[in-house]
């Protein structure tokens, strides 16, 4: 079993930053793989970055070079750096993890407007 808590959600403008912390309850390292998902209204979720236990990171071709995804293993948290934010980033993201099955957070909502 694995619980997640989102934080770091809000309203920005375009432009601007936001970061994402996704805290898990247990060690993440042994995870197979962490990462973020974005649900915009009347959409399909989406995958936005992941990184694996051994480091790899991959990202939705939308925001590559715009989110950073990291992790700290001694927080056992993930974190999404989000800069240059558009409207159409707007969105509740969910943090994921997999380890035998997908885990979920219950999201946080990103708002970019002016």
């Known amino acids: 079993q694995v619980q997640l808590v989102e934080s770091g959600g809000g309203l920005v403008q375009p432009g601007g930053s936001l970061r994402l912390s996704c805290a898990a309850s247990?060690?993440?390292?042994?995870?197979?793989?962490m990462g973020w998902y974005r649900q915009a209204a009347e959409k399909q979720r989406e995958l936005v970055a992941i990184?694996?236990?051994?480091?790899?990171?991959n990202y939705a071709d939308s925001v590559k070079g715009r989110f950073t995804i990291s992790r700290d293993i001694s927080k056992n948290t993930v974190y999404l750096q989000m800069n240059s934010l558009k409207p159409e980033d707007t969105a509740v993201y969910y943090c994921?993890?997999?380890?035998?099955?997908?885990?979920w957070g219950e999201g946080t909502l990103v708002t970019v407007s002016s």
């Open positions: 994921n993890a997999y380890w035998l099955m997908n885990y």
């Open positions: 247990r060690n993440i390292f042994s995870l197979v793989s």
């Open positions: 990184i694996t236990s051994g480091g790899s990171t």
